[in-house]
């Protein structure tokens, strides 16, 4: 038999993540935006963790990456995505309540270990959320590439993500080359960059 106030108790633990943002209607009508991208981000997992690789934008297709700035949160340098001309991007837009999100990371964290960092800048992109509450949990879990704040979704916004995590690639003229929903697996995000860099050999 479940106790009734161990339910409770469940239920307003699972409710934490999200509480931080509860004190004003705008704060209010955010959380109801990042609850419907944590629903979805779980349900994208499931189905883009066993997905085929996904082939890059053609070039002729590809649209500009909008013009950003964000502020890194460890130096709190305002940085502008205009500023990585020249170079492949890859973007990744996550929370620290998204589960999906962490999967995501631990690939990142690998694939920016094995890659050309010369020719690729890995950037992470906090949405929705605070500062201090991000900082918590990059003590425990730090990233090895930049974090910039996107605390009101205005960057998700104009980049147009649906879901966490979401991942994208610019190629070195700005534009936007990749953009997948979900957990994306570490040899197709290997492939999508060679491709940008390259580095992959010809298809057939």
């Known amino acids: 038999m479940i106790d009734p106030k161990a339910e ?8 934490q993540p999200s509480s931080p943002m509860r004190h004003s209607p705008v704060r209010r009508s955010r959380v109801h935006h990042w609850a419907r991208l944590l629903v979805l981000s779980c349900c994208v997992m499931l189905v883009a963790c066993g997905a085929a ?43 620290t309540w998204c589960g999906p999100c962490k999967i995501q990371q631990r690939i990142l964290d690998e694939l920016h270990e094995e890659i050309d960092a010369e020719g690729v800048a890995f950037l992470a992109i906090n949405t929705g959320e605070e500062d201090d509450e991000v900082r918590r949990y990059l003590q425990r879990t730090p990233f090895p590439y930049p974090n910039l704040m996107d605390s009101e979704g205005v960057a998700a916004a104009r980049f147009r993500v649906t879901g966490l995590p979401t991942v994208l690639v610019l190629d070195e003229e700005g534009r936007i080359a990749y ?26």
């Open 179 to 204: 953009d997948r929903v979900g957990v994306t697996d570490k040899d197709t995000l290997r492939s999508i960059l060679e491709q940008e860099l390259g580095e992959a050999e010809p298809a057939g």
């Open 53 to 95: 690789p996904v082939e890059s934008i053609d070039p002729e297709a590809r649209r500009a990456a909008p013009e950003v700035e964000l502020r890194d949160l460890v130096s709190g340098d305002v940085t502008s995505l205009e500023g990585y001309r020249g170079k492949v991007v890859l973007l990744d837009f996550w929370a």
């Open 8 to 15: 409770s108790l469940a239920t307003d633990s699972k409710a």
